[in-house]
């Protein structure tokens, strides 16, 4: 199946959960949020929350500096 990550689509297998389709990117955690049809996901919901072919997610990279 296919979905999109920032308007980049990735292959994943049936079944893959966000928590593995960013673990398996190798995408650090820390300071990002995903969104799923813009709405932020919870990262404690991350390992129940099922990719689903045709998804399209936004992850958002925290920033800190003035």
Known sequence: MVIKLNDKSYDVME??????????????????????NYEVV???????????????LLMIHAVSGG
């Open 42 to 56: 919870p990262r404690n919901r991350w390992p129940e929350t099922a990719l689903e072919d045709g998804m399209a």
């Open 15 to 36: 079944g893959m959960t966000l928590d593995r389709f960013i673990e398996n990117l190798n995408i650090p955690v820390q300071g990002i949020a995903i969104a799923i």
